[in-house]
T-cell receptor, first 112, second 115 residues
Framework: QQQVKQSPQSLIVQKGGISIINCAYE??????FPWYQQFPGKGPALLIA?????SEKKEGRFTISFNKSAKQFSLHIMDSQPGDSATYFC???????????FGGGTRLMVKP | DGGITQSPKYLFRKEGQNVTLSCEQN?????MYWYRQDPGQGLRLIYY???????QKGDIAEGYSVSREKKESFPLTVTSAQKNPTAFYLC??????????????FGPGTRLTVT
């Protein structure tokens, strides 16, 4: 049972554009929603994360928008750059120290 | 440097052989995790451990075994019972325990190929 659904599977954006990746979850007990960035052959790196008590969190060009009632959250990458080309994973967790449930991933390509 | 190390980076084995993947962390984290990643797919949890000498099965534990004898080490054994062992294996850790920290940090991964 996939508890976190991620879309789209792949995304092509022009340099300077906005990349938007969406995730939906089912389990209302989730209370931590991170996004990871993974380059080929490397481990995922934590990019940004949000808790359900806020609707938006911004760090540099990266913003998470969170809609608790819709059980959805999204990653926005402003002014996308070719160096942002990677696979992005959303995830969700219940409680500190507990395992993450990952979405299926989105392969982003930013064209110069 | 603090972080998570996995060795080796690439591993090749013949079908029917058990193989052990190493994961070490010097972050003083209580919790450690093993994930499997197949091409073009997300990460699936194999095993996790929130404290030394204790571990729990994840979503796809069949054919795998782990041990947690030391806080900094969480080796994963891929046994011959695992039907499709070829994959990219990722180890992660988090502060866990009684802290409120949720962040998981990943190692560089081991790519296992079984022929």
């Amino acid at each position: 049972q996939q508890q976190v659904k991620q879309s789209p599977q792949s995304l092509i954006v022009q340099k300077g554009g906005i990349s938007i990746i969406n995730c939906a979850y089912e389990n209302t007990a989730f209370d931590y929603f991170p996004w990871y960035q993974q380059f080929p052959g490397k481990g995922p790196a934590l990019l940004i994360a949000i808790r359900p008590d806020v609707s938006e969190k911004k760090e540099g060009r990266f913003t998470i928008s969170f809609n608790k009632s819709a059980k959805q959250f999204s990653l926005h990458i402003m002014d996308s750059q070719p160096g942002d080309s990677a696979t992005y994973f959303c995830a969700a967790s219940m409680g500190a120290g507990n395992m993450l449930t990952f979405g299926g991933g989105t392969r982003l390509m930013v064209k110069p | 440097d603090g972080g998570i190390t996995q060795s080796p980076k690439y591993l090749f084995r013949k079908e029917g052989q058990n193989v052990t993947l190493s994961c070490e962390q010097n972050l003083n984290h209580d919790a450690m995790y093993w994930y499997r990643q197949d091409p073009g797919q997300g990460l699936r949890l194999i095993y996790y451990s929130q404290i030394v000498n204790d571990f729990q099965k994840g979503d796809i534990a069949e054919g795998y075994s782990v041990s947690r004898e030391k806080k900094e080490s969480f080796p994963l054994t891929v046994t011959s019972a695992q039907k499709n062992p070829t994959a990219f294996y990722l180890c992660a850790s988090s502060r866990g325990g009684t802290t409120s920290s949720y962040e998981q940090y990943f190692g560089p991964g081991t790519r296992l190929t079984v022929t």
